[in-house]
């Protein structure tokens, strides 16, 4: 069956300390990759996709994310985290032919100055 | 910049009622869905609509849910009689072209419907 998980469910890091966003996933065709994040608030917003090409894929807000196939994963990095980066992150995966993207169950994060 | 807007941000209702939320997809986009999160759990698909017509719908979308485009602007999801489990986080969202392969979905900041 298709899924995503996330497991991290709350990251806590400082202010200017690197980030890494676990995602990996279980789809039986070739998988698109996204995130998203949520900010109070807000609705989701997409930070980056994968489709094809270049496994590392750079987004908005200084964040990218590597593609790796042979472990089903889709990580979120930012080299650098600001306080306005608190929110909820959401990895998801759709494929060619669907409308429905799959969603993770969602890791908070929480900055410290 | 375009938004997708929704209303209310968040319903408080009794169980057996009918609910409606109202979704403002962005004004050039064709696609139009709902998904919905309960508290906890992960962001699920509802349904997709294309066209005047449903395109896909999971296996959450039973009799009990329906969706409507009813003029040029407004997008719909109608819960006939609310359940306990129905409470959840709903977000619409829109886009210019169909399939996830496509482009970018553009989300709402949800409506929260409570169900007591």
């Known amino acids: 069956a298709q899924s995503v998980t996330q497991p991290d469910i709350h990251i806590t890091v400082s202010e200017g300390a690197s980030l890494e966003l676990r995602c990996n996933y279980s789809?039986?065709?070739?998988?698109?990759l996204f995130w998203y994040v949520q900010s109070p608030g807000q609705g989701l917003q997409l930070l980056l996709k994968y489709f094809s090409g270049d496994t590392l894929v750079q987004g908005i807000k200084g964040f990218e994310a590597e593609f790796k196939r042979s472990q089903s994963s889709f990580n979120l990095r930012k080299p650098s985290v600001h306080w306005s980066d608190a929110a909820e992150y959401f990895c998801a995966v759709g494929a060619y032919n669907t409308d429905k993207l799959i969603f993770g169950t969602g890791t908070r994060l929480q900055v410290f100055p | 910049e375009p938004e997708v807007t929704q209303t209310p941000s968040h319903q408080v209702t009794q169980m057996g009622q009918e609910v409606i939320l109202r979704c403002v997809p962005i004004s050039n986009h064709l696609y139009f869905y709902w998904y919905r999160q309960i508290l906890g759990q992960k962001v699920e698909f509802l349904v997709s609509f294309y066209n005047n017509e449903i395109s896909e719908k999971s296996e959450i979308f039973d009799d009990q849910f329906s969706v409507e485009r009813p003029d040029g602007s407004n997008f719909t999801l109608k819960i006939r009689s609310t359940k306990l489990e129905d409470s959840a986080m709903y977000f619409c969202a829109s886009t210019r072209q169909g399939g996830t392969d496509t482009g970018e979905l553009f989300f709402g900041e949800g409506s929260r419907l409570t169900v007591l």
């Open positions: 789809y039986g065709a070739t998988p698109y």
